[in-house]
């Protein structure tokens, strides 16, 4: 079975760039989950779809990101225009609903951002 | 707001050691997880622990849950050099909710 994958693995731009990361959750996962951490902090709650619904984006800084899940399968996360701060690993995970015991999150690798 | 607290955030120790690495919540909550990261690598679940008084054991790593005193400890037993990565404990107030971190424990098991 292959597990969540993102897309670029590591992205260097240029402060006001835009960038597009991207997610593959596992097939027939309608949970998918975006995370970012800034090094040395915590990974931090971006937000949450189950299928192309947005469930929570409480996380979502401001209006400069915007998460879509176009027909409930892949993600995509862009960041217009980037910031410095925006810099750090982001990461997207995808697990199964409706399931009884614990809600496990399978992790992709991360995408690393740095804005320079 | 649920928060997450982690110590200590860097832990550097000899193998053959013990050690335990502790997590507390600020929210009741009875789903705790336990992930590991290496370097580059994606996160890897360990353990979840869904009741008070779970303990769960996977070689040389067993995690605890005190729901009421909102602390999961993670325990190393004769640390070996592979176990080196970073340990997360995370809380879910609900099971499809939104997890929350805490900053990390880096292990760093000299040899």
């Known amino acids: 079975e292959a597990g969540v994958t993102q897309f670029p693995s590591h992205s260097v731009i240029e402060k006001g760039q835009t960038v597009t990361l991207r997610c593959d959750p596992i097939?027939?996962?309608?949970?998918l989950y975006w995370y970012r951490r800034v090094m040395g902090k915590e990974i931090k709650f971006l937000l949450h779809?189950?299928?192309?619904?947005?469930?929570?984006e409480s996380g979502m800084p401001n209006n400069r990101f915007l998460a879509e899940r176009t027909g409930g399968t892949y993600s995509t996360l862009k960041v217009q225009p980037a910031e410095l701060e925006d810099s750090g690993v982001y990461f997207c995970?995808?697990?199964?609903?409706?399931?009884?015991?614990?809600?496990?999150?399978?992790f992709g690798a991360g995408s690393r951002l740095t804005v320079l | 707001e649920l928060k997450v607290e982690q110590n200590p955030l860097f832990l550097s120790m000899q193998e053959g050691k013990n050690y335990t690495i502790y997590c507390n919540y600020s929210t009741t909550s009875d789903r705790l997880y336990w992930y590991r990261q290496d370097p580059g690598k994606s996160l890897e679940s360990l353990f979840v622990?869904?009741?008070?008084?779970a303990v769960k054991q996977e070689g040389r790593l067993m995690a605890s849950l005190d729901t009421k005193a909102r602390l999961s400890t993670l325990h190393i037993t004769a640390a070996v050099h592979d176990l080196s990565a970073t340990y997360f404990c995370a809380v879910t107030l609900n099971r499809d909710d939104k997890i929350i971190f805490g900053k990390g424990t880096r292990l760093h098991i000299l040899p």
């Open positions: 995970a995808s697990s199964l609903t409706g399931m009884r015991g614990a809600n496990v999150l399978t």
């Open positions: 779809f189950v299928k192309e619904s947005k469930q929570d």
């Open positions: 622990l869904l009741s008070n008084g």
């Open positions: 097939s027939g996962h309608d949970n």
